[in-house]
Each structure stands twice: as structure tokens, then as C-alpha cells.
């Protein structure tokens, strides 16, 4: 039977991308989205067998859910929001709704993958960062507040689960994707050489840009 593969947080960029990838590689992918059914052109297009799942990643019963009855072998978190504004005009709505996203679904999907994977000694979970995962620009701090959550998340579950068998990685998306300069596809490839690595040297934070960017 083929492993299965999970990414929450799916759209037409790099989260579908993702399920691509992984799915050419032979695991059964479930992908998760607010509103799956916007998927479904994707699917026939790409000619993928994928399940499309509802999920509200700040939801713990949607998260629940979903993962109750899996046994994934690699679990993706590629949900986030943002809303641009600086600190004066940021609304305390805007601001949770942002930080929910980035963090605390970040947090239900590692401890929803965790366990299993845990229990039986091996699998991956991967979650997508930002350049504000590093740096809180000026009128950004609705998206580098969650995204340096997001990334503490991630660096204490790699202390914590890779003697376990389980291996964590954080990725740093530094640029704006687009192709053909910043392709979703080669950023996907990425993810799943992530996957791939062998346990006697894993990557826990890969950061990826294209060659013309600056940093």
C-alpha cells in the first residue's frame, strides 16, 4: 500500500504544487483546503488521484478530524494570511486571525502528525516560513508575528521528535513565487529531497530564493 501524504493549506501556487510532487512520487495525497472544491479543475488537469478534504487549519476539531484517521508517512503546512498595515492601523481581529493561521494551525498539525509518526518511529513534517520568518518589516508584523511563531514551533519539535524518529524541517520561501523566475514546481522539489534525506544527515531550516534575489 502507498505511504500517504498530507498538505494543509492548499491553493493553486505552491500548495498544490506540493501534492503534485509528492503524488509523482507514489503516495496517496490528501489535500486540505477551506474550499476544496476549487481543487477539483486542478486535479482533472493534472490527472492526479487526490482526496480533497474541508479543513480550518485554526479549527481543532477540523484537524482532528482529518488526521484521526491517518497515518501519514509526510505532513505539509502551507496555510497562512496576511494582512498588510502598520502597527497603528492593525485591527486586534486582523491581527488574531493572522497569527491563528501562521501559529496556532501550524501547532495542530504537528501535534496531529506527530503522534502517530511518533508511535511508529519515522515520518516527516515540513512547514513553509517566509522571509518574515526572520526579519519583521515595517508593516508586516501581522505576518512575521505568526511566522516567527511558526518557526520556534518547528525548531522545538526537531529537538524534541527527531530522536524519535521524526524529522522536522522548516522551509524559508525568501522571494515572491512566480514562474518562470521563482517556480512553484522547483520549489516543491525541495520539499520532497527534504522527505527523502536519510536519517544519518537531515536539513532541519532550508532557506530558498531564486539566483537573482538578494539576501
Known sequence: MNEVGIVVGVGPGLGWAL????????LRMIACARNPKKLEALARADGID?????????????????????????????????????ILEITPEAFERCWKVG????????????????ARGSGT????????????????????VGKFGQRALAQSMARELG?????????????HIEAP??????????????????????????????ADEKF
Open 163 to 175: 530522536p524519535k524518529g521524526v524529522h522536522v524541517a522548516h522551509v524559508i520561501i525568501d522571494g
Open 50 to 86: 487526490v482526496k480533497l478534504e474541508a479543513c480550518d487549519a485554526t479549527k481543532p476539531a477540523d484537524v482532528a478530524r482529518v488526521f484521526d484517521p491517518l497515518d501519514p508517512a509526510v505532513a505539509i503546512f502551507n496555510a497562512g494570511a496576511f494582512q498588510r498595515g502598520g
Open 125 to 144: 513534517i515540513l512547514f513553509t516560513g517566509a522571509t518574515a520568518s526572520l526579519r519583521g518589516s515595517a508593516g508586516f508584523a501581522n505576518l512575521a
Open 181 to 210: 523566475r521563482f517556480p512553484a514546481d522547483d520549489i516543491a522539489e525541495n520539499y520532497y529531497r527534504l522527505h527523502a534525506q536519510p536519517r544519518g544527515a537531515w536539513t532541519h531550516e532550508l532557506d530558498l530564493r531564486p
Open 103 to 118: 501559529c496556532f494551525g501550524a501547532f495542530l498539525l504537528g501535534q496531529a502528525a506527530a503522534r502517530p509518526m511518533v
Open 19 to 26: 501534492v503534485k510532487r509528492f503524488s509523482q512520487a507514489g
